[in-house]
């Protein structure tokens, strides 16, 4: 009996910590934000590339979801995620976008096709978004200079996944997944965390098997697809990951933060999304190409 009582004890106080946890995540405390980095920061390692060759941005949003009930069996990935999270801000989810219209891509849950077009001002036609409130929900836009070809091509492959591969999410591949970060978070040293560290890569895999698949791959997380795609199309991502033998399968929404060149434009509630593109694009007005919703005053 003591043994059962020290059990739901301990239980207990697991949920009240993810509790607590989701509680004060979730609490937004502003509504949009614009950044610098665009005005300060080189977006690209690679000028010989700007004289012979036209350029373009490839965008990415972090998420952090904020669920409309807490008892959503998703918040338990949630947390696993966000408590292993290394990067500076509080991400769970990541989408992979090539303007700056509220029609980003990502790998959920729910549905046949399980990539899908991710709208945060409208959530009803995706089953993973229609669990979140978008009023409290966050995100974080980055963008990523790349030559125009490379963001053909990066599109291109997001358009061949949604045409003729039925993407699924991949719990199983959680598993793994969490294992990785937890002992990245818990048992590396904090100057080995970072991204793409020797002291996390492992000698016995072998990037050229994943860059030339005998066959195209089916599952994925959201950070993993995002990852396995821009490794075979943007070349400084790929001479990066074979340089570090990096694992697409281990890539978490905050190590897109950082990849080389990218920057970060802005923040805003997933409600006010259209509002903070529409800022962040008026006062960069080299992005106005990127936003059809943009209306010059």
Known sequence: MKVLIKK????????????????????????????DDYKEKVTIEAPELAATEEEAYIFFRLYNPCYSSPLNVTNLLKFGISTTNISDIFVSHAAIGFDLNDDFYGVTLGGKQQLKLEICTDLSNN????????????LWVYAMKVPRSEYDATLQMVQYFLDNVTVKYSVMQNFPYTCYNIRRKFFVSKKNQGFGSPKLTKKSYNIYKDLNPKRTPKKFVCSTFMAYVLMHNVTEIQNLFI???????????????????????????????????????????????????????
């Open 243 to 297: 340089e570090k033998n990096i694992n697409y399968r281990y890539v978490v929404p905050g190590d897109f933060t950082s990849f080389p060149g990218v920057i970060k434009l802005f923040y805003s509630s997933w409600e006010d999304y259209l509002v903070a593109a529409q800022k962040f694009v008026e006062e960069n007005p080299d992005f106005a190409p990127y936003f059809n919703q943009y209306q010059s005053n």
């Open 8 to 35: 739901y004890k301990n239980i207990t106080k697991f949920l009240l910590l993810i509790f607590v946890f989701l509680f004060f995540s979730c609490r937004t405390t502003r509504t949009v934000q614009i950044f």
């Open 127 to 138: 089953p993973y978004m229609r669990k979140c409130d978008p009023v409290s929900s966050e």
